[in-house]
Nanobody, 125 residues
Framework: QMQLVESGGGLVQAGGSLRLSCAAS????????VGWFRRHPGKEREFVAA????????NYADSVKGRFTISRGNAGNTVYLQMDSLNPEDTAVYYC??????????????????WGQGTQVTVSS
């Protein structure tokens, strides 16, 4: 079965940190760009961060720049999202997605084809 699985979500106090992981099963992440998106309750899905196939190029939403870091595992088939200085506005379901291409790190969710089921992140004030 081809799927992406997110993990690492949970409840954290404002100012705290979480590390999300995105692992692939049945498909490869290595060689493709990977993105993280999130959906706040009652709102549209929004871009958070993306990384290209090599890990050398990244892109972040302005709202998370300087607080979140996207990276790739050594084997290439896991992608992480380190989230620091969390605030209640970061509360959302977070999704990882595999890009259709190896270098596209744009915020357009149409450029991503495989999606995970999401992991809940809740930040209390």
């Amino acid at each position: 079965q081809m799927q992406l699985v997110e993990s690492g979500g949970g409840l954290v106090q404002a100012g705290g940190s979480l590390r999300l992981s995105c692992a692939a099963s049945g498909i490869l992440l290595g060689g493709y760009s990977v993105g993280w998106f999130r959906r706040h309750p009652g709102k549209e899905r929004e871009f958070v961060a993306a990384i290209n196939w090599s890990g050398r190029n990244t892109n972040y939403a302005d709202s998370v720049k300087g607080r979140f870091t996207i990276s790739r595992g050594n084997a290439g088939n896991t992608v992480y999202l380190q989230m620091d200085s969390l605030n209640p506005e970061d509360t959302a379901v977070y999704y990882c997605a595999r890009g259709k291409y190896n270098s596209d790190i744009s915020a357009d969710h149409g450029n991503f084809d495989y999606w995970g089921q999401g992991t809940q992140v809740t930040v209390s004030s």
